[in-house]
Each structure stands twice: as structure tokens, then as C-alpha cells.
Nanobody, 123 residues
Framework: QVQLVESGGGLVQPGGSLILSCVAS????????MRWYRQAPGNERELVAV???????NYADSVKGRFTISRNNAKNTLYLQMNALKPEDTAVYSC?????????????????WGQGTQVTVSL
């Protein structure tokens, strides 16, 4: 069974920074693309950033130049460095990953999701 667990959320003042982490664990053979999403109350889920297994990253226009997505393939960990945070960045941030598993036999690749971590930007 594969699990994704996020951490690093919290309360930060406008202009501040946070680093989110997402650790994938379980019977993992290979992790393909990894993503960060966010969803604010009353809004649809928004794709924030995506990174391929080779490290190519793409961002939503709303976060370009402020957020940086990265990954450590050896640790099965995804990161989101968030700088110059704004109140409109307030949301639950969750990670997603496309994972090929091996548990005696191959299965997948399958998209997995974490539970999310709350980020609140406020004075």
C-alpha cells in the first residue's frame, strides 16, 4: 500500500515563507510526475505545480516566481518552497504522485493523493 503524507503547513504573515514536504512510502518501484494542488473554501482545486521524474517543473501563473517545486528521488520526497506569500495563497495544499508499485507483482502506475496540509496567510 502506498501513502503520501504532507507536512509543513501553518500560519504565516503576508510576505513570509513556508516549505511543504510530501513523503511517499510503501511498495514503490518508481514515482513518475509529482504535483502540488491547493483548494480554498468555496473554490475548485487548483494545480499549483508539477515536476517530472527528471526534474522539469511547471507552475500556475498565480505562483510563478514565488513558489519552487523540487523532489528528492532517493527519499521519495516532494517539496514546495513558498516565498512572498499572499493572503490569497491560503488553502489546503495536497500532493499527488503517479506511482508504479511492486508488491510481488507490478501494479499501476496509479495516482495517489495525500490528506493535505493547511496553509494560512494572515496578519
Amino acid at each position: 500500500q502506498v501513502q503520501l503524507v504532507e507536512s509543513g503547513g501553518g500560519l504565516v504573515q503576508p510576505g513570509g515563507s513556508l516549505i511543504l514536504s510530501c513523503v511517499a512510502s510503501g511498495s514503490i518501484e518508481r514515482i513518475n510526475a509529482m504535483r502540488w494542488y491547493r483548494q480554498a473554501p468555496g473554490n475548485e482545486r487548483e494545480l499549483v505545480a508539477v515536476i517530472t521524474s527528471g526534474g522539469t517543473a511547471n507552475y500556475a501563473d498565480s505562483v510563478k516566481g514565488r513558489f519552487t517545486i523540487s523532489r528528492n528521488n532517493a527519499k521519495n520526497t516532494l517539496y514546495l518552497q513558498m516565498n512572498a506569500l499572499k493572503p490569497e495563497d491560503t488553502a489546503v495544499y495536497s500532493c499527488g504522485a503517479n506511482i508504479l508499485g511492486y508488491d510481488g507483482s507490478w501494479y499501476g502506475p496509479i495516482d495517489y493523493w495525500g490528506q493535505g496540509t493547511q496553509v494560512t496567510v494572515s496578519l
